[in-house]
T-cell receptor
Framework: GQNIDQPTEMTATEGAIVQINCTYQTSGFNGLFWYQQHAGEAPTFLSYNVLDGLEEKGRFSSFLSRSKGYSYLLLKELQMKDSASYLCAVRDSNYQLIWGAGTKLIIKP | GAVVSQHPSWVICKSGTSVKIECRSLDFQATTMFWYRQFPKQSLMLMATSNEGSKATYEQGVEKDKFLINHASLTLSTLTVTSAHPEDSSFYIC??????????????FGAGSRLTVL
Protein backbone atom coordinates (compact mmCIF):
# COMPACT_ATOMS: atom_id res chain seq x y z
CA GLY A 1 0.00 0.00 0.00
CA GLN A 2 0.89 3.63 -0.22
CA ASN A 3 1.89 5.47 2.91
CA ILE A 4 3.11 8.86 4.03
CA ASP A 5 4.49 9.28 7.54
CA GLN A 6 5.07 12.52 9.35
CA PRO A 7 5.05 13.40 13.05
CA THR A 8 1.68 14.26 14.49
CA GLU A 9 2.80 17.28 16.45
CA MET A 10 5.91 19.35 17.09
CA THR A 11 6.66 22.27 19.38
CA ALA A 12 9.27 24.94 18.79
CA THR A 13 10.24 28.36 20.11
CA GLU A 14 9.78 31.66 18.34
CA GLY A 15 12.96 32.62 16.50
CA ALA A 16 14.28 29.07 16.41
CA ILE A 17 14.58 26.52 13.60
CA VAL A 18 12.42 23.42 13.17
CA GLN A 19 12.64 20.49 10.78
CA ILE A 20 9.53 18.50 9.88
CA ASN A 21 10.26 15.09 8.39
CA CYS A 22 8.22 13.12 5.90
CA THR A 23 8.86 9.56 4.73
CA TYR A 24 6.91 7.93 1.97
CA GLN A 25 6.28 4.61 0.28
CA THR A 26 4.33 5.07 -2.93
CA SER A 27 3.74 3.43 -6.26
CA GLY A 28 6.12 5.54 -8.27
CA PHE A 29 7.12 9.13 -7.66
CA ASN A 30 6.30 12.29 -9.58
CA GLY A 31 7.05 14.98 -7.06
CA LEU A 32 6.59 15.87 -3.41
CA PHE A 33 4.67 18.85 -2.12
CA TRP A 34 4.51 20.68 1.18
CA TYR A 35 1.41 22.63 2.10
CA GLN A 36 0.64 24.82 5.10
CA GLN A 37 -2.81 24.73 6.63
CA HIS A 38 -3.94 27.09 9.37
CA ALA A 39 -6.77 25.90 11.56
CA GLY A 40 -10.11 26.21 9.82
CA GLU A 41 -8.56 27.25 6.53
CA ALA A 42 -7.66 25.53 3.29
CA PRO A 43 -4.08 24.45 2.56
CA THR A 44 -1.69 26.78 0.79
CA PHE A 45 1.24 25.67 -1.34
CA LEU A 46 4.72 25.97 0.15
CA SER A 47 7.14 23.95 -1.94
CA TYR A 48 7.64 21.33 -4.60
CA ASN A 49 10.55 18.89 -4.99
CA VAL A 50 11.00 16.45 -7.83
CA LEU A 51 14.81 16.15 -7.87
CA ASP A 52 17.10 15.33 -4.98
CA GLY A 53 18.44 18.22 -3.01
CA LEU A 54 17.46 21.34 -1.19
CA GLU A 55 15.03 23.96 -2.44
CA GLU A 56 15.21 27.24 -0.55
CA LYS A 57 12.47 29.83 -0.50
CA GLY A 58 12.93 32.55 2.05
CA ARG A 59 12.58 31.22 5.60
CA PHE A 60 11.35 27.87 4.30
CA SER A 61 13.44 25.15 2.68
CA SER A 62 12.49 21.69 1.51
CA PHE A 63 14.80 18.73 0.98
CA LEU A 64 14.26 15.52 -0.95
CA SER A 65 16.06 12.18 -1.15
CA ARG A 66 14.25 9.89 -3.57
CA SER A 67 16.48 6.91 -2.82
CA LYS A 68 15.53 7.13 0.85
CA GLY A 69 11.91 8.08 0.30
CA TYR A 70 12.49 11.04 2.57
CA SER A 71 11.83 14.74 2.67
CA TYR A 72 11.95 17.47 5.25
CA LEU A 73 10.61 20.98 5.55
CA LEU A 74 12.91 23.38 7.36
CA LEU A 75 11.49 26.52 8.89
CA LYS A 76 13.92 29.19 10.10
CA GLU A 77 13.41 32.26 12.27
CA LEU A 78 10.10 30.92 13.46
CA GLN A 79 7.27 33.36 13.91
CA MET A 80 4.05 32.90 15.85
CA LYS A 81 2.13 32.96 12.56
CA ASP A 82 3.95 29.78 11.53
CA SER A 83 1.77 27.85 13.96
CA ALA A 84 -0.18 25.61 11.60
CA SER A 85 -0.37 22.10 10.24
CA TYR A 86 2.14 21.15 7.56
CA LEU A 87 1.03 18.57 5.03
CA CYS A 88 3.36 16.41 2.99
CA ALA A 89 1.93 15.01 -0.24
CA VAL A 90 3.47 12.76 -2.89
CA ARG A 91 2.31 12.38 -6.47
CA ASP A 92 2.47 8.75 -7.49
CA SER A 93 2.96 7.10 -10.88
CA ASN A 94 -0.70 7.70 -11.73
CA TYR A 95 -0.31 11.37 -10.87
CA GLN A 96 -2.55 10.90 -7.86
CA LEU A 97 -1.71 12.91 -4.75
CA ILE A 98 -1.18 10.87 -1.62
CA TRP A 99 -1.52 12.99 1.50
CA GLY A 100 0.16 12.65 4.86
CA ALA A 101 -1.91 13.25 7.98
CA GLY A 102 -0.11 16.51 8.64
CA THR A 103 2.17 17.78 11.39
CA LYS A 104 0.73 20.29 13.80
CA LEU A 105 3.43 22.82 14.63
CA ILE A 106 3.05 24.77 17.86
CA ILE A 107 5.19 27.87 18.29
CA LYS A 108 5.82 29.12 21.80
CA PRO A 109 7.07 32.61 22.68
CA GLY B 1 -1.25 33.63 -9.13
CA ALA B 2 -4.04 31.14 -9.54
CA VAL B 3 -7.12 31.81 -7.46
CA VAL B 4 -9.92 29.41 -6.63
CA SER B 5 -13.10 30.80 -5.16
CA GLN B 6 -15.39 28.56 -3.14
CA HIS B 7 -18.69 29.36 -1.50
CA PRO B 8 -20.48 29.25 0.76
CA SER B 9 -17.71 29.31 3.34
CA TRP B 10 -20.04 27.85 5.91
CA VAL B 11 -23.54 26.47 5.90
CA ILE B 12 -25.89 25.02 8.48
CA CYS B 13 -28.79 22.91 7.27
CA LYS B 14 -31.42 20.54 8.55
CA SER B 15 -31.09 16.82 8.16
CA GLY B 16 -32.60 15.62 4.89
CA THR B 17 -31.99 18.78 2.93
CA SER B 18 -29.53 19.27 0.09
CA VAL B 19 -26.63 21.68 -0.01
CA LYS B 20 -24.75 22.96 -3.06
CA ILE B 21 -21.16 24.15 -2.89
CA GLU B 22 -19.61 26.06 -5.78
CA CYS B 23 -15.99 26.14 -6.81
CA ARG B 24 -14.70 28.59 -9.41
CA SER B 25 -11.27 29.12 -10.93
CA LEU B 26 -11.06 32.88 -11.27
CA ASP B 27 -8.07 33.51 -13.49
CA PHE B 28 -7.43 30.24 -15.23
CA GLN B 29 -9.30 27.42 -16.88
CA ALA B 30 -9.44 24.22 -14.93
CA THR B 31 -10.35 21.14 -16.93
CA THR B 32 -9.97 19.16 -13.74
CA MET B 33 -11.03 20.06 -10.22
CA PHE B 34 -10.76 17.99 -7.09
CA TRP B 35 -13.12 17.74 -4.16
CA TYR B 36 -11.76 16.89 -0.73
CA ARG B 37 -13.33 16.31 2.64
CA GLN B 38 -11.51 16.88 5.89
CA PHE B 39 -12.72 15.80 9.31
CA PRO B 40 -11.31 17.52 12.42
CA LYS B 41 -7.66 16.74 13.07
CA GLN B 42 -7.47 14.50 10.02
CA SER B 43 -5.82 14.87 6.67
CA LEU B 44 -7.45 15.61 3.36
CA MET B 45 -9.50 12.82 1.82
CA LEU B 46 -10.03 12.95 -1.91
CA MET B 47 -13.70 12.42 -2.68
CA ALA B 48 -13.79 12.80 -6.43
CA THR B 49 -12.11 14.22 -9.48
CA SER B 50 -14.34 16.52 -11.48
CA ASN B 51 -13.74 16.60 -15.23
CA GLU B 52 -15.20 19.34 -17.40
CA GLY B 53 -17.82 18.00 -19.75
CA SER B 54 -17.80 14.46 -18.42
CA LYS B 55 -18.74 12.45 -15.38
CA ALA B 56 -16.78 12.79 -12.19
CA THR B 57 -14.50 10.03 -11.00
CA TYR B 58 -15.32 9.03 -7.44
CA GLU B 59 -12.97 7.50 -4.92
CA GLN B 60 -13.78 4.17 -3.41
CA GLY B 61 -16.36 4.44 -0.68
CA VAL B 62 -17.78 7.78 -1.83
CA GLU B 63 -21.44 7.56 -2.85
CA LYS B 64 -21.84 9.24 -6.22
CA ASP B 65 -25.61 9.50 -5.79
CA LYS B 66 -25.18 11.33 -2.52
CA PHE B 67 -22.37 13.65 -3.57
CA LEU B 68 -23.37 14.98 -6.96
CA ILE B 69 -20.65 16.71 -8.91
CA ASN B 70 -21.22 18.86 -11.96
CA HIS B 71 -18.43 20.46 -13.97
CA ALA B 72 -20.35 22.31 -16.64
CA SER B 73 -17.67 24.80 -17.63
CA LEU B 74 -13.92 25.23 -17.49
CA THR B 75 -14.23 27.55 -14.51
CA LEU B 76 -17.03 26.07 -12.41
CA SER B 77 -17.56 22.83 -10.55
CA THR B 78 -20.34 22.21 -8.04
CA LEU B 79 -20.74 19.63 -5.28
CA THR B 80 -24.24 18.91 -4.05
CA VAL B 81 -24.64 16.97 -0.84
CA THR B 82 -28.06 15.39 -1.19
CA SER B 83 -30.24 14.42 1.76
CA ALA B 84 -27.57 15.55 4.16
CA HIS B 85 -27.24 13.87 7.55
CA PRO B 86 -25.24 14.84 10.63
CA GLU B 87 -22.45 12.44 9.69
CA ASP B 88 -21.94 14.50 6.52
CA SER B 89 -20.87 17.46 8.64
CA SER B 90 -17.33 18.22 7.57
CA PHE B 91 -14.99 20.68 5.90
CA TYR B 92 -15.28 20.38 2.12
CA ILE B 93 -12.50 21.83 0.01
CA CYS B 94 -12.19 22.11 -3.73
CA UNK B 95 -8.99 22.54 -5.66
CA UNK B 96 -7.70 22.94 -9.18
CA UNK B 97 -4.27 22.73 -10.66
CA UNK B 98 -2.40 25.42 -12.47
CA UNK B 99 1.17 25.24 -13.63
CA UNK B 100 3.38 27.13 -11.25
CA UNK B 101 6.80 28.53 -12.05
CA UNK B 102 8.41 25.22 -11.20
CA UNK B 103 6.44 23.51 -13.89
CA UNK B 104 4.64 21.40 -11.35
CA UNK B 105 0.92 21.04 -11.38
CA UNK B 106 0.46 22.88 -8.11
CA UNK B 107 -2.91 22.50 -6.49
CA UNK B 108 -4.64 25.72 -5.52
CA PHE B 109 -7.36 25.30 -2.94
CA GLY B 110 -10.57 27.13 -2.41
CA ALA B 111 -11.16 28.53 1.06
CA GLY B 112 -13.30 25.55 2.00
CA SER B 113 -16.91 25.14 3.04
CA ARG B 114 -17.77 24.06 6.55
CA LEU B 115 -21.01 22.10 6.53
CA THR B 116 -22.96 21.47 9.71
CA VAL B 117 -26.02 19.27 9.46
CA LEU B 118 -28.39 19.48 12.40
Amino acid sequence: GQNIDQPTEMTATEGAIVQINCTYQTSGFNGLFWYQQHAGEAPTFLSYNVLDGLEEKGRFSSFLSRSKGYSYLLLKELQMKDSASYLCAVRDSNYQLIWGAGTKLIIKP
Amino acid sequence: GAVVSQHPSWVICKSGTSVKIECRSLDFQATTMFWYRQFPKQSLMLMATSNEGSKATYEQGVEKDKFLINHASLTLSTLTVTSAHPEDSSFYICSASDRGLSGANVLTFGAGSRLTVL
